[in-house]
């Protein structure tokens, strides 16, 4: 939120000081009534001060032959000292605790978020969401993280030297404009309630007809609404973990390769895909010069309607060739730059 400093101070002062204010004009007020025209507005106000505040100098109304005002006095002495002690108290608490600074931050995330553009954002990190955020930040993908409890956010982003994070409800469309969804590539709706991520595709879609929405499905019933509601893709943790199981037991070299590559932090292979710009049409393969890339491995070339496997150095790239690869992120973010 822009104004999420301003609302916090407002938040925590504003009664508090209504309440002052409201002593003030009530300690001037009645003392102008005990004292009448004998003291200004001002010795009536000076006097209310002086009492709540405790400091002790003399009384400039006399009150000894006036019981009433003394009574008076006692009264608004005690409603005074406890409105300042809270007001004290809450301003020692935002200083010393951290809130002031921690507001500062959140200001200055929210305007980096806002520079931010062709990111990911990520909706629900208490499940499979993390998982997908360490993806996101092993590949070197910019992202925002949304969700409700903020102590799962700062927990897991112990470890990650940049923080963009919202704590809030995906399924507002503030939050999600918050987070950049304007100018987001993609969102992941993964939180663990099957209707929070269906709402979620659907704001997102709405925001953003252009973003790329995956979203999970506990229960498969469920798939087609969540793809009527605007998700791109769909997965089920379920089905994809039962494939898995069947994998390690029917081929478990492949698995064990893909989990190698995965967890190899010096390589850090991927397979990745990368679109042809048109201005690379008609060109051969070959012209990529892919081999000055000693970790990356050119494994297809997804055409409109069919997949060429291994294609030979002469292959005449076309509009729409999508090259899948097998590579680090260093290496992707150059082959980027050279076919696009």
Known sequence: MADSLFSQIY???????????????????GYRLIAGNEHSLLDCLYMT??????????????LSDNPLGRVFTMCLALSGVGVITYILSNFTAFIIEGDLNEAFLRRKMEKMINKLSNHYIVCGIDGVGRYIVNELFETKR??????????HIEKFLEGFQEKFFIVGDATDNDTLLEAGIMKAEGLFAVTNDDNHNLV??????????????????????????????????????????GLRMASEMIRPMVVSFLDIMLRDKKKNLRIEE????????GNPLSLLNLQKYPN?????????????????????????????????????????????
């Open 49 to 62: 001060f002086i009492t709540i505040t405790t400091i002790g100098f003399g009384e400039i109304i006399d």
């Open 296 to 340: 990356t491995l050119l494994l297809a070339v997804r055409t409109d309607d069919d997949w060429i496997f291994n294609p030979s150095r002469n292959y005449v790239l076309t509009p729409g060739n999508i090259l899948v690869f097998m590579t680090t992120p260093e290496d992707r973010e150059e082959i980027q730059k050279a076919v696009t």
């Open 200 to 241: 979620i595709s659907l704001t997102a879609k709405q925001l953003n007809p252009q973003v790329r929405v995956v979203s999970c499905c506990t229960e498969l019933k469920n798939i087609d609404k969540m793809k009527k509601a605007g998700a791109d893709a769909v997965v089920s943790p379920a089905f994809i973990g």
């Open 11 to 29: 938040n925590k002062f504003i009664w508090a000081g209504i309440a002052l204010a409201a002593i003030l004009l009530t300690g001037m007020t």
């Open 142 to 151: 910019p992202q925002v993280i949304v969700d409700t409890n903020k102590q």
């Open 274 to 281: 990368i679109p042809v710009s048109d201005a690379h049409s």
